[in-house]
T-cell receptor
């Protein structure tokens, strides 16, 4: 049973560019959340998707957008990249049982903006 | 908005020493509490979780945590640490309603010296 997978592993972009990160949830999970983890900090919630809609959003600008596909996989898009967007981007998935709030994390995508 | 505080940013211990990492949260309602660990080069893994019931919860690798509601605390403990416990530890909380996002603390870097 594969866990949460993310691609790519590493990415280098320059300021102003756009980036797309991808996530496949753990088998049987339908909810995907994205987090940004800056160096030396804890993960910060970006947004959450289920039923192909954004359901919750953290304190991130509109440059951060996402999508969830019918197979529950998800993409995170960041436009007009800034140096401060350099971070580890984590995807987490959760099962259908709403009362069971444990989230499983993927290995992350390390984004470097030059 | 809820927040999580981890007061110990960097802890250095010798093997066999006892460990206690502090975690305090601010939210007046019912919460779910988690400790995650991030070993060097690996993804976030769940150590233990508290949803309800016995406030003393036991997790993997000999870790335990105690939920003290009156103090809004969920401290992590281990009686005797090993070199392999060297990692970053994150406390996280989410509200006990629906598919709530996790709010993380800033993390504690534990270094265990052989």
């Amino acid at each position: 049973d594969a866990g949460v997978t993310q691609s790519p592993t590493h990415l280098i972009k320059t300021r102003g560019q756009q980036v797309t990160l991808r996530c496949s949830p753990k088998s049987g999970h339908d909810t995907v959340s994205w987090y940004q983890q800056a160096l030396g900090q804890g993960p910060q919630f970006i947004f959450q998707y289920y039923e192909e809609e954004e359901r919750q959003r953290g304190n991130f600008p509109d440059r951060f957008s996402g999508h969830q596909f019918p197979n529950y996989s998800s993409e995170l898009n960041v436009n007009a990249l800034l140096l401060g967007d350099s971070a580890l981007y984590l995807c987490a998935s959760k099962g259908r049982e709403v009362s069971y709030n444990e989230q499983f994390f993927g290995p992350g995508t390390r984004l470097t903006v030059l | 908005a809820q927040s999580v505080s981890q007061h110990n940013h960097h802890v250095i211990l010798s093997e066999a020493a006892s460990l206690e990492l502090g975690c305090n949260y601010s939210y007046g309602g019912t919460v779910n509490l988690f400790w995650y660990v991030q070993y060097p080069g690996q993804h976030l893994q769940l150590l233990l979780k508290y949803f309800s019931g016995d406030p003393l919860v036991k997790g993997i690798k000999g870790f335990e945590a105690e939920f003290i509601k009156s103090k809004f605390s969920f401290n992590l403990r281990k009686p005797s640490v090993q070199w392999s416990d060297t990692a970053e530890y994150f406390c996280a909380v989410n509200r006990d309603t629906g598919r709530r996002a996790l709010t993380f603390g800033s993390g504690t870097r534990l270094q265990v010296q052989p």
